[in-house]
């Protein structure tokens, strides 16, 4: 079965701009999670969804960074104004049930997001 | 606030040696505890994980142990092998909440 999807792959933007990067969980999982993970650095959290809604958005940096799930299913993590201190791997995790503690979540292979 | 420590920040190893990378966390919240391998272009995977009323648990040649009164556990890989060289992250989350906070990142070389 497929697992979690994120495109594009790699984003190259400049300073100012906007950017949306797009996770696609596994299927029939509830639980979407965003990470940002600097070079060197463990995964930093960002934003947690079940279902539809943030559960948990304590973790965006800044109200630059924005995302949403709509449907309940893909999200898409938004930053506007891109800075040179955004740039890191952006990583989407999901997991299949109600959002326990222990519930292993299942990471995709990150966008790389570069601002010049 | 750095809630998770871990170290080494790198670790090198002959094939067939034993590793191990040691973890401290501070929040006595956080009750499961799980280690993710990655390697280089991949996202973390799930490697092993444990609850704190258990102090060991053992996965194949992968081992965590775990003290919950001095708040550290630990990841010991058995009979190293080459294709074990990646980046290892412990990491902790608490029953009420989702997210993971992670350490810092091991990089495991292990060499023929």
């Known amino acids: 079965g497929a697992g979690v999807s994120q495109t594009p792959s790699n984003k190259v933007t400049e300073k100012g701009k906007y950017v949306e990067l797009r996770c696609d969980p596994i299927?029939?999982?509830?639980?979407l999670y965003w990470y940002r993970q600097s070079l060197g650095q463990g995964p930093e959290f960002l934003i947690y969804?079940?279902?539809?809604?943030?559960?948990?958005d304590s973790g965006l940096p800044n109200d630059r960074f924005f995302a949403v799930r709509p449907e309940g299913s893909v999200s898409t993590l938004k930053i506007q104004r891109t800075e040179r201190g955004d740039s890191a791997v952006y990583l989407c995790?999901?997991?299949?049930?109600?959002?326990?503690?222990?519930?292993?979540?299942?990471f995709g292979p990150g966008t790389r997001l570069t601002v010049l | 606030q750095q809630q998770v420590k871990q170290s080494p920040q790198s670790l090198i190893v002959q094939k067939g040696g034993i590793s191990i990378i040691n973890c401290a966390y501070e929040?006595?919240?956080?009750?499961?505890f799980p280690w993710y391998q990655q390697f280089p272009g991949k996202g973390p995977a799930l490697l092993i994980a444990?609850?704190?009323?258990?102090s060991e648990k053992k996965e194949g040649r992968f081992t965590i142990s775990f003290n919950k009164s001095a708040k550290q556990f630990s990841l010991h890989i058995m009979d190293s092998q080459p294709g074990d060289s990646a980046t290892y992250f412990c990491?902790?989350?608490?029953?009420?909440?989702?997210?993971?906070?992670f350490g810092e990142g091991t990089q495991l070389t292990v060499n023929p």
């Open positions: 995790a999901s997991s299949s049930l109600a959002g326990g503690s222990t519930d292993t979540q299942y």
């Open positions: 299927s029939g999982h509830t639980a």
């Open positions: 969804f079940q279902g539809t809604g943030a559960a948990d």
């Open positions: 929040n006595t919240a956080f009750d499961y």
């Open positions: 444990i609850r704190p009323d258990v």
């Open positions: 990491a902790a989350n608490t029953h009420s909440g989702s997210r993971l906070t």
